[in-house]
């Protein structure tokens, strides 16, 4: 499994607002004293003719946005508008909300694209201009348009999650670790979207939305995330040279980092494959011995490292042997210790063996007695 499958939480855009019962109510009671007094003087009047106009006034508003509220459609991304049937886009989702002008998206466009807009030539044929949908009014939406060569895309941006309860969603949906926090962490969102059928490609259009996303990339972004392949992964700075370079997707074809398993102290499954890897270390130590020196760095070993309470089980390139006690190099990036790092060179007692991996004779790994396990978590 290489990335994680996202999927909105469905629910409605928004609650039915509340019927106005206050102006019906005045008018109502005014209606009854007017039927059964015969009449009424010059304030009764006056309140009457206010009570009439006051509930005219919010029952349109009611009906509005009901027929609106009560549209199925992304409740995660909280915006009313009629999206194509592929959407070809991609979501930063971000740690906190941004402000954005036309002069940043403009200053962005230069950027990626080598373009220089223009925006004291009212007549010019490319330029960002930031615009309201029909129904912006009742959403938590700025929107952008940006003509350029390429075609029209608009950037959008929300001070809201993308989905609907992200803690919810991501401790239901999302096993591996790292990607649970990114999503759980979010609060704001921004994206860029293709809104023309002109361009010739989807990839072509991916490639132009990567490099204007690349532009707008810092250390607010948690995640990216694609809606018409429904992946996401977690964002880190390396990946820029990846979406300005043309072939975006392909950040989603392997996790950006390994996945993190959270698995329970008792189980049993886990429990009995260390004691596996443990009863079978010298099968290791004998291999690693006689190694060719080109399969020196697939002589691999899982361990748990530790700092106070926090716990993570980590993969080691075997450099040495000695006694009781592996040295190698880390080769995963912690998701919690701050004392490790990948590529730092470590030491460790045997005690703390949880699993490990060579090349067989024939070139078929041998060992791994805890993968299968996590892997069927993962799945």
Known sequence: MTSTTLMPNPALLGKIRAFPFIPLAIGVFMLARLFAFGGLNWFGVTVLSLAVLWFGVEATRWLFNLRYETVEKDPSRQIIREEPETLVSLVFFLEEAREVTEENLQQCVSHALGIKLDDSDADSEFFVVQYS??????????????????????????????????????????????????????????????????????????????????????????????????????????????????????????????????????????AAAEKTARDRWPEFVEAFAVKDLEDAEKFIVKAEFTEGTRSEFMWVTVTAIQENRVKGILTNDPHELVNVFRGAEVDFSLKRLNDWIYPGKDGTPVGGFTLDILSEDLD
């Open 133 to 270: 949908p029909p129904t912006s009014g009742i959403t938590p939406i700025e929107n952008f348009m940006i003509r350029i060569p390429q075609g029209v895309f608009s950037v959008m941006l929300s001070n809201r999650p993308y989905i609907s309860n992200p803690e919810k969603f991501a401790r239901d949906s999302i096993r591996d670790k790292r990607l649970r926090t990114a999503v759980e962490k979010h609060r704001a969102w921004i994206s860029v979207d293709l809104m023309d059928d002109d361009i010739e490609s989807a990839r072509e259009a991916y490639s132009v939305i990567g490099k204007l996303l690349g532009a707008m990339a810092g250390p607010d972004c948690l995640a990216l995330y694609c809606p018409e392949i429904q992946r996401c992964n977690e964002f880190e700075p390396s990946q820029i040279e990846i979406l300005m370079g043309g072939d975006p997707l392909s950040i989603f074809d392997e996790p950006t980092f390994e996945p993190v398993i959270e698995v329970s102290d008792n189980d049993p499954r886990m």
